[in-house]
């Protein structure tokens, strides 16, 4: 699953700056600065893959697929957005790396198995899902956190561009969450529809399991119902007319 997680989130962030090129006559230059260029695969979305990699494999293809997809949603989605606002090169990739980001972490969780898993589970499997959620939140706050240490303090970090004060203003304006937010729905829905279509036809041991636990309990729920409503009618027969043998003799009643 790792090896998977890795083709998708390289697929798909390589391609966002190939979709660039298009924009900038092929000049090789990137929408964001270099150090977010180097630690966004190095360190902000790698550890996840890693931690989900005990779970089944994916089908290649479709993450390719997939990936690509996510890929042109990420990047024509704040291009159409943002066209003709006049934003500089920086700018624009903010909300580029920011969705990428968001895609690709939860694209995990949706194909995670530990974080979906019923609700019913041992100690350990709860000390497993926290730590897969401890490690995603950690991983999109060091994200947070470096770009806006970066665009506060870094002036002659990533020449002849000047970050300073980008990511600070884009994060203070909506139109950057909207953005961000179209861009990852938007994204990530065919996987969340394909996932919801896949175990509805071929549903794991888990939901089966848990499927099979709740027809159980129907079944008991209705057995006992039908137990009281007889218990509750014996109680109401007549001694007599539940013993004929006890009904009073008529001569004897007569003498």
Known sequence: ??????WGRL?????LLF???????????????????????????SIPPLVYGVSAPYMFWITVLDAFYQSLVCFFVPYFALAGSGVGELSFGSPINT??????????VIESHTLVRHTRTRQSEWFSTWIHVLVL????????GF???????????SPPTSPVGVETLEMSQPLFYIVCALTTVTALLPRLLFRALYHTL??????????MDQVDSEEYCRKMQRWNLNQSRDKRRPLCGHNPGLEPNTAAVVS
Do not use: E
Request: proline fraction near 1%.
């Open 1 to 6: 699953m790792y090896i998977d997680c890795a």
């Open 11 to 15: 697929t798909m962030y390589v391609n």
């Open 19 to 45: 979709w660039y090129q298009f924009f900038c006559g092929f000049s090789g230059s990137v929408m964001t600065n270099a150090w977010v260029l180097i630690l966004f695969n190095l360190i902000f979305t």
């Open 99 to 108: 969705s990428a980001l968001l895609i690709i972490l939860l694209h995990q």
């Open 137 to 144: 939140v950690l991983s999109g706050g060091s994200y947070v």
């Open 147 to 157: 770009v806006l240490l970066f665009s506060l303090f870094c002036v002659t970090c």
């Open 202 to 211: 071929r549903p794991s041991a888990v939901l089966k399991s848990a499927g």
